[in-house]
């Protein structure tokens, strides 16, 4: 139980983590500003898959309020990404949209090549873009389950691939992603859902592993609640007058925050941890149903 706990809790890196940051030596970007975190500035290039609308939306404005310098948004609606990004123009920061579904490799590694030229290179990359079939395993189509894990799981993979290479190679960089509270307790009748958010989950942990000894290169995953967008609209949990749904604005808030602070791993809100832990001590031990 202490094990989980510890992994669970939303703690700042360590301070050798920082420590080596500030001797490095790779030619990075990593200095004293680092030591608190990373600020969002002028040099950052932040793309936001599913950027158009929901949470995705407010991400890339509040990258913007928060400094950043170029904003891409990807997507697969043409028309919410074209208003999004007059809207992140607005909030002050140059706006790019390009049409691109995360889970086709082909198309990330193609619309990654023409952000690189048309843009410049990534150093914050946000995957955000997510679907869910909301079904049961026995009722579930094929297909609609195949396409939760493709966008929700092997999309992180594609967009990885494509844009952590040059992040370590400058030895300066954010991967966020936006994983979800059901990544590690289940929602009934959303198998397909919690079962590509809890891989989403291990992909970052692992890959935070990996980049133990590339201080400039960071993660945060983020595990909100239900939260107030049209993917689960009309969801009504129990307990919802105590745990009313977040706003998706403030979700992106509290993201963009843990990427200055470089927070690894944010619940939100902060209390579903203990929640979700409680929740599961009480599964332990229970016999499964004959
Ligand atoms: N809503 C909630 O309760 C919670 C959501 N989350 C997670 O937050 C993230 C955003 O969800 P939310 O804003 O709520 O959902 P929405 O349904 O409002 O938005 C989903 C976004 O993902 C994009 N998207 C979907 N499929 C693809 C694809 N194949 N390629 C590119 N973009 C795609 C959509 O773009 P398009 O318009 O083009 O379809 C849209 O911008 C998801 O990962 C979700 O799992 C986490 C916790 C709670
Ligand atoms: C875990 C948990 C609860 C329910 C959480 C729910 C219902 C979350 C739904 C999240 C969604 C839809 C996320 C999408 O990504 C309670 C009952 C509040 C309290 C006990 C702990």
């Not at 939303?10 to 600020?39: A, C, T, Y």
């Not at 919410?80 to 590694?109: I, K, M, N, P």
């Amino acid at each position: 139980a202490l094990r989980a706990a510890l992994r669970l809790v939303p703690l700042p890196r360590r301070r050798s983590f920082h420590k080596n940051n500030n001797n490095d030596d790779k030619g990075g970007r990593g200095g004293d500003d680092r030591r608190n975190g990373r600020e969002i500035g002028a040099d950052d290039v932040v793309l936001v898959t599913g950027g158009g609308r929901g949470i995705g939306r407010w991400l890339a404005l509040e990258f913007a309020r928060q400094g950043a310098g170029k904003v891409v948004l990807w997507g697969r609606t043409e028309e919410t990404l074209r208003t999004t990004c007059a809207e992140v123009r607005q909030a002050g920061s140059d706006c790019w949209y390009f049409v691109c579904d995360v889970a086709d490799r082909h198309a990330v590694y193609r619309q990654a090549q023409v952000t690189r030229q048309k843009v410049g290179e990534v150093t914050v990359l946000v995957n955000n873009a997510g679907v869910v079939a909301g079904h049961s395993l026995l009722n579930i189509d094929d297909e609609a389950l195949l396409s939760t894990e493709h966008v929700n799981v092997l999309g992180h993979f594609w967009t990885l691939k494509a844009f952590l290479p040059s992040m370590l190679s400058c030895g300066h960089g954010h991967v966020v992603c936006v994983s979800s509270v059901l990544a590690l307790t289940a929602l009934p009748g959303a198998i397909d859902y919690c079962t590509s958010k809890a891989a989403a989950f291990g992909l970052m942990e692992s890959l935070s592993l990996g980049l133990e000894s590339t201080p400039g290169v960071r993660t945060t995953t983020v595990l909100p609640y239900l939260t107030d967008t049209d993917m689960f609209r009309g969801v009504k949990p129990r307990f919802s007058w105590l745990f009313p749904p977040l706003h998706a604005e403030l979700v992106a808030r509290r993201t963009v925050e843990a990427v200055k602070r470089d927070e690894a791993v944010v619940f939100m809100p902060r209390s579903m941890v203990l929640l979700v832990l409680m929740k599961s001590v009480q599964c332990w031990g229970v016999p499964l149903p004959k």
